[in-house]
């Protein structure tokens, strides 16, 4: 057994595979993360070779059609992933790597039985062995079980080995990706299929058993740091890891103590994937992601800097640099006498935790927050609290990110101290105001794992702590702060109504996920092309609409990315109110008074009802062909009448809900009270402004190119309905959508839309898929680029 950090190096002395200590094989979180999206890009690459679509018929013709002279150069070439694999499992046998070995062999089992699973869902029938691995002269098309296998050993090794040796594979694995396409070895659907399972069942085996982590050795630690002039003598990791990052702990030349802190590679991605999670799941307006491990790295020691210029007490840094392998590197001077914050409790008397929170007072004037303040983030030492481990901290952080430092200190000492002596010493440092602005955010949400863990082994309540602080005070607990973004309950309230919609259409048309596959298959992908792209240019003209509903002059991108942004706001909230709620926050931010800003949402979202029952009214009466034809073509047997039913059922019960349950009528009516004269006082307001021109007609546009957008999608699957039908059939629907109580109109609008263009004239199948193409382009896939919208009016305080 070799100890920690030792490196196994070949007869040239290059080195192949990293520690080979068990204390250092770790699950890693990134791990997971790849097995689920391996396996969810299979289950679509399965659906897509079943439908056999004419785009993977052409590819197929091209590579039959290349001259045959090179045809042993590509059988070739599909080898080489096999033949690397196996060189590394003889490589790690000889080296009794058993632990590299057993991943190896686990990862050829998992593979082998995904190869199958997916082969049967393809075909329907289970391959024969001697098929499945091309002993009989043939192999599945779908998947390339040759090279799904070769590529699991390759990556399920990766984490394991150098640096250089993972460059090398990835050639490998491209080589032999193009030579089975070319060779016609799998089908085209099915070579993307036997990289997914490669590294699926790869991602299977090293949570099975761990990885080196892709961690650096202590020789390469010591050499990197030489380089930096410092001399680090006895190197070894310490008991306790941080998430994220490779510490260890040595002596300088002069014997004094050293902590060592080091950016691995495979470290660097697990703590990226934390921060994303905090980022998707907390408000946090400006994570920090870092560009690399080095610059992470540099980022901390930023961070630490500033602190201690300030006269936060803190570590003070020794060096920081990246080795040649680019890990970051920053090396720090412990004090002598630091005791952890649990172990010096019976230490910490009240003058202590005064000159704790004169700390944190310090620390934000710096114009810096801590970000991860915990039991294992806080020293005690020279009489006060000092901080450590700057990872998580925010330079110009958000005042919510200030208040979540406070609270989190509180809980903290309330875990060492005590929960009443927590609170006091709390309600002495900050007075009773800053103690008020800080209660809202002592909940858990704000509070990073280790600390809620340690909450938890203490066996502390947050609301009590909330209580307890608002009782000293001399206040009432008040309502929280909502800082996380996507709950539990929001997400699996979404996918029940997405189940929920999608269980309706399919039981009233006996319609599924096979005749929409079947569908694009033969649909024209350029109309397709065409509906997104016409599907987001409404965008454009609901900002004009927005820049009309209020007197002040606003800048038009920012309002065009907060349109962008209600998009991903709609998939939690009915459109109606995501819209409200960010447009008044972003008209606040604005300077626009909060009287205003709700007015100005207000008209916005009623002039866009108003145009919409407008406009409706003037095809019904002036538009004999919509009309007409509509009538011509209802069905009310069948699965039309089914369908129709059930809509008319959802809308009778959301009407008798407003009705009969009071608990919705009277905030109902309170709202239309109190609203209805605002609108009338903020429209006087936009006369003789140029500011009607832009409300009025920035609605009249976005819906004529919404309904654009359907004759694109419609026209995609063989249909030529007049445009009138179609604006008639999408303001019909849109308006019918907005007053059922439902999110974003999920199932509701699909189905509306299907009555719609089946009364129209189009097959069911057709409309179906004509359908679900137009709420992909206009509701389903906006969210995506409008997180991205939302994150950058957080960044520009514009949220």
Not at 356 to 369: E, F, S
Not at 597 to 622: E, R, W
Not at 711 to 731: D, K, M, Q, S
Request: proline share 5%; glycine share 10%.
């Amino acid at each position: 057994m070799t100890s920690a950090g030792v490196e196994r190096r070949d007869l040239t002395g290059r080195r192949i595979f990293l520690d080979s200590s068990p204390a250092f094989r770790a699950r890693r979180a990134t791990d997971g993360l790849l097995l689920a999206w391996s396996l969810l890009g299979t289950g679509l690459l399965v659906l897509l070779e079943r439908a056999q679509p004419a785009a993977e018929q052409a590819l197929t013709g091209v590579f039959a059609a290349l001259p045959g002279w090179f045809a042993s150069g590509w059988q070739l070439l599909a080898d080489v992933p096999a033949v690397w694999a196996l060189l590394l499992i003889v490589v790690a046998l000889l080296q009794s790597r058993a632990a590299v070995v057993w991943s190896a062999l686990v990862a050829i089992v998992c593979a082998v039985l995904l190869s199958l699973v997916a082969a049967w869902l393809v075909t329907g029938n289970w391959p024969a062995v001697e098929h499945l691995f091309g002993l009989s002269g043939q192999q599945p098309a779908f998947p390339g079980v040759r090279l799904g296998i070769s590529i699991a050993v390759i990556v399920a090794m990766s984490a394991d080995i150098a640096v250089p040796l993972r460059r090398i594979a990835l050639w490998m694995i491209g080589l032999g990706a193009v030579g089975t396409l070319v060779a016609a070895l799998a089908s085209p659907f099915g070579t993307v299929a036997a990289l997914l399972v490669g590294c699926a069942a790869a991602a299977c085996s090293r949570l099975a058993f761990g990885t080196a982590a892709g961690l650096p050795s202590t020789t390469e630690i010591a050499a990197a740091l030489s380089a930096f002039g410092v001399t680090v003598d006895g190197l070894t990791p310490v008991a306790r890891q941080p998430t994220g990052v490779f510490a260890l702990e040595g002596l300088d030349a002069e014997g004094g103590s050293l902590l060592v802190r080091v950016y691995g590679r495979d470290a660097y991605d697990n703590q990226l994937l934390a921060r994303a999670w905090r980022v998707v799941f907390y408000r946090e307006t400006r994570p920090s992601f870092g560009g690399s491990r080095a610059g992470a790295v540099e980022r901390e020691a930023l961070a630490t800097f500033i602190a201690q210029d300030a006269g936060v007490p803190t570590w003070p840094v020794v060096a920081v640099g990246r080795s040649r392998d680019d890990d970051g590197v920053l090396v720090l001077r412990p004090s002598p006498g630091d005791q952890p914050l649990e172990e010096a409790a019976a230490d910490l008397g009240d003058a202590v935790l005064a000159a704790g929170w004169q700390t944190l007072h310090l620390l934000h004037g710096a114009n810096c927050v801590h970000g991860a303040i915990d039991p294992t983030t806080i020293l005690v030492g020279d009489g006060t609290l000092k901080l450590i481990d700057w990872t998580s901290a925010a330079l110009t952080p958000t005042d919510d990110q200030r208040l979540a430092d406070r609270a989190a200190l509180i809980a903290a000492l309330a875990c060492t101290v005590g929960a009443e002596r927590a609170v006091a010493s709390a309600a002495a440092a900050l007075g009773p105001a800053e103690s008020i602005r800080t209660l809202p955010y002592l909940q858990t949400a704000a509070f990073d794992a280790e600390l809620r863990s340690a909450l938890k082994l203490h066996e502390i309540e947050v609301d009590d702590l909330r209580e307890l602080l608002a009782r000293q005070i001399g206040e009432e607990p008040p309502t929280l702060v909502q800082l996380r973004r996507v709950t539990w309950g929001s997400a699996i309230q979404l996918a029940l109504l997405v189940l929920a919609g999608a269980a309706l259409i399919g039981w009233v048309t006996n319609l599924d996920l096979s005749t929409l596959v079947n569908e694009w298959r033969d649909a024209s992908w350029g109309w397709i092309a065409a509906g997104f792209v016409l599907s987001q240019v409404p965008r454009f003209t609901q900002a004009l609409t927005t820049l009309g509903s209020v007197p002040a002059v606003l800048p038009y991108l920012p309002v065009y990315m907060m349109q962008l942004a209600t998009g991903f706001m709609n998939l939690a909230l009915p459109s109606a109110v995501a819209r409200m709620a960010v447009d008044i926050r972003f008209f606040q931010r604005l300077g626009i008074p909060p009287a205003a800003a709700v007015t100005a949402s207000v008209i916005d979202s009623f002039v866009g009802n108003v145009i919409q029952i407008i406009m409706l009214l003037t095809l019904v009466l002036f538009s004999q062909t919509a009309s007409l034809d509509l009538d011509a073509n209802l069905q009310t047997s069948g699965p039309d009448g089914r369908l129709i039913g059930a809509l008319l059922l959802v809308f009778a019960v959301g009407i008798a809900a407003v009705f009969l349950l009071g608990r919705i009528r009277r905030p109902l009516l309170e709202r239309v009270r109190v609203w209805w004269p605002q609108i009338r006082e903020g429209i006087r307001g936009l006369r003789g402004s140029g500011k009607l021109v832009r409300l009025f007609g920035g609605s009249i546009t976005t819906e004529l190119l919404f309904a654009l957008a359907l004759v694109a999608c419609t026209r995609a699957f063989g249909a030529h309905l007049p445009y009138a039908e179609l604006l008639l059939i999408n303001l019909s629907v849109s308006l019918f959508a907005s007053l059922i109580p439902v999110p974003g109109g999920i199932g509701v609008t699909e189905g509306a839309l299907m009555v719609g263009l089946t009364s129209a004239g189009m097959g069911q199948e057709a409309a179906f898929a004509s359908v679900i193409t137009y709420r992909l382009s206009t509701f389903y896939l906006p969210p995506t680029w409008g997180w991205f919208a939302l994150q950058w009016l957080r960044r520009h305080s514009y949220l």
